[in-house]
């Protein structure tokens, strides 16, 4: 049974240097569960990125598309695997006409946007996913964030009892392979002790 100490020492022992990935594939929902199921994923949210709008919301996104930041270890894990699962995570081929789902995949340096052109040149037909660089990424409202694991009361509670608000919730490791796991994603045996 998920509790609140299980929780606490997976989110001990998370800690590291990170790096960041973030990519738009339609609805954010899945994206989060998706890549929150991958062993090497530390954490993971879900915002607004891609436009020119000021201070974006779910109620006026403007010229945004919903997306997922993605922080991992880059010991165990490499930009090009995450450009991987992004690729296959969605149609690349077509962008849907609401700017809101559309397919971007964002680069933060040289050597990121590089490895999504090498990438892309390995993909059958058309790419219609939109390559850009990451000017901002705006933080998606509360309820948005581990959308399937606060579907389950009893999740959500056990992170109620380890003491954590909702940035803790949005933050913590634990919580990404929970999600995860509510959504129906498979995770790494590492989260084993949190789902006992």
């Not at 690729?87 to 690349?92: G, I, K, P, R, T």
């Amino acid at each position: 049974m998920t509790d609140a100490a299980s929780i606490r020492a997976y989110d001990d022992a998370a800690s590291g240097e990170t790096a960041t990935a973030t990519f738009a594939l339609g609805c954010f929902w899945g994206p989060d569960a998706t890549f929150g199921a991958i062993d090497g994923v530390v954490r993971t949210r879900v915002g607004y990125a891609g436009g020119t709008t000021p201070d974006p919301t779910y109620r006026d996104l403007g010229d945004h598309s919903e997306a997922v930041q993605i922080e991992y270890d880059p010991d165990r894990l490499s930009y090009r695997d995450l450009l991987a699962v992004a690729f296959e995570s969605h149609d690349y081929r077509r962008q849907p006409n609401k700017r809101q789902y559309q397919g971007v995949v964002f680069h933060e340096t040289p050597s990121e946007r590089e490895a999504v052109e090498e990438h892309v040149g390995t993909l059958d037909g058309p790419v219609e996913t939109r390559i850009e660089p990451l000017d901002a990424f705006h933080l998606a409202e509360t309820y948005h964030q581990k959308y399937s694991l606060r579907s389950k009361r009893w999740l959500e509670s056990a992170f109620a009892e380890a003491g954590y608000d909702d940035a803790a919730i949005r933050e913590s490791p634990a919580a990404a392979k929970l999600n995860a796991e509510a959504a129906g994603r498979s995770v790494p045996e590492r989260a084993s002790d949190l789902l006992g």
